[in-house]
């Protein structure tokens, strides 16, 4: 189980990444040039635990805008209007939110059986989409999805949390200059999903090996788990 502070520090990676991966630099710049654009974001269900911190980043990161939720349980509906600004709209029906509050993306944290049916709706609408692991409940269901963001043009993002840590990134650059010599195995633990995230975030490839995951430092070895 990974500490508090490094959910937390996995948490505002992610933001920062939707942020990026969403076009928010162009609100970014906005900003500094003293406008007020800022992506708008609406979160699907509320059923995965890292919802509720990641609530917070984006509460205060200035160039998002948490317009909406969609979750159809009072219960984490009302605790979720104690942490969100009065401003941000509660839909009991995801569909209607859409259409609606009309966010440019959506972070989706349901049961993960719903991920294909919530993305075919953003898709639809040409709403980027995100959402926690695992991207879908089969092989079938993946690739549907994969093929309707990338018909519709929008970004499709799992949040394989090792993807945006400085880890993943050294190693990245360690291994594409040569110093740490051929890639000879590729682990099934978690550190697969650190060097695979690595790898498309920097050059869009999908499938890539690694050294046994016993030979990773600096954090590598932790994995996320609920």
Aim: aromatic letters at 6%.
């Amino acid at each position: 189980m990974m500490k508090s502070e490094n959910l937390s520090s996995r948490i505002v990676m992610v933001v920062f990444a939707l942020l990026a991966l969403f076009g928010v630099s162009d609100a970014s710049e906005a900003q500094s040039a003293g406008g007020t654009a800022k992506t708008r974001l609406a979160v699907v269900g509320l059923d995965h635990d890292h919802v509720w911190s990641l609530l917070k980043d984006i509460a205060g990161e200035p160039s998002a805008e948490l317009v909406a939720i969609a979750e159809s349980d009072a219960a984490l509906v009302s605790r979720a209007q104690k942490e969100v600004p009065a401003s941000v709209k509660f839909y009991a029906d995801y569909v209607a939110m859409l259409d609606e509050a009309k966010p440019e993306a959506v972070i989706v944290a349901t049961a993960n059986d719903r991920h294909l049916e919530i993305l075919r709706q953003c898709a639809k609408r040409h709403i980027h989409y995100s959402t926690e692991k695992p991207m879908a409940t089969n092989a079938a269901d993946a690739r549907e999805m994969e093929r309707l963001a990338r018909e519709a043009n929008i970004k499709l993002m799992v949040n394989y949390w090792n993807a945006w840590v400085a880890p993943s990134h050294d190693l990245f650059h360690r291994v594409r200059a040569g110093e740490v010599g051929p890639i000879w195995r590729r682990s099934d633990h978690g550190f697969r999903m650190l060097w695979r995230g690595a790898v498309a975030m920097a050059e869009g490839a999908a499938d890539s090996g690694i050294c046994d995951d016993a030979q990773a430092e600096g954090g590598a070895k932790q994995q996320g788990r609920r």
